[in-house]
Nanobody, 120 residues
Framework: QVQLVESGGGLVQPGGSLKLSCVASGSIVRDNAMGWYRQAPGKERELVAV???????NYADSVKGRFTISRDNGKNTVYLQMNSLKPEDTAVYYC??????????????WGQGTLVTVSS
């Protein structure tokens, strides 16, 4: 079974920085995509950033230039470096991995989420 565990959330002041980590355990094919999503109260869950095992990235317009997604393929870990944080970034952040397994099945696994609160 694949499991994702996020860490690094907490309270930070506007303009501050925070780095989230997500560690995947279990068997995951090499070709995969890992990403960060967030959900604020009363809002739909939205994409923050994704990165493929090949290193291609995509970011939400709202975080471009402020957030950086990276990964360590050897450790099956994805990171989200968040700089210049704004109150609007306050949300529960979720890690996700998506891939096609060797049987041709699409698998999508979510972490439990970590709360990021940006407030003075």
């Amino acid at each position: 079974q694949v499991q994702l565990v996020e860490s690094g959330g907490g309270l930070v002041q506007p303009g501050g920085s925070l780095k989230l980590s997500c560690v995947a355990s279990g068997s995951i094919v090499r070709d995969n995509a890992m990403g960060w999503y967030r959900q604020a109260p009363g809002k739909e869950r939205e994409l923050v950033a994704v990165i493929t095992s090949g290193g291609s990235t995509n970011y939400a317009d709202s975080v471009k230039g402020r957030f950086t997604i990276s990964r360590d393929n050897g450790k099956n870990t994805v990171y989200l470096q968040m700089n210049s944080l704004k109150p609007e970034d306050t949300a529960v952040y979720y890690c996700k991995v998506a891939y096609i397994d060797y049987s041709g099945r699409y698998l999508e696994v979510w972490g439990q989420g970590t709360l990021v609160t940006v407030s003075s």
